[in-house]
């Protein structure tokens, strides 16, 4: 599973960064967390609000911080769907 933190490196996108990561280690998953500034990579994912969350190529959240449980509950999704 791969979560991405798209942002400009801001103070909000640090934040979110923090709040995935502890998420990832509350999950007890097998979860890699990328931080992605690039511009374009994060245009790529049709994301025009930052920071933003993306798991597994689904962009979950833009322009807040969601927190740490509720970014668990859709790490929980995600590895569900794996599962099936």
Do not use: F, N, Y
């Not at 993306?54 to 970014?71: F, N, Q």
């Amino acid at each position: 599973m791969e979560i991405k933190v798209l942002g400009s490196g801001c103070a909000r996108c640090k934040k979110l960064l923090a709040e995935a990561q502890e998420a990832v280690e509350r999950s007890g998953q097998a979860v890699s967390v990328v931080k992605v500034e690039d511009v374009q990579a994060i245009m790529a994912h049709g994301v025009r609000q930052t920071p933003a969350l993306v798991i597994d190529g689904r962009v979950r959240s833009t322009g807040r911080i969601p927190g740490v449980d509720e970014i668990a509950g859709w790490i929980a999704q995600a590895a569900g769907r794996k599962d099936t």
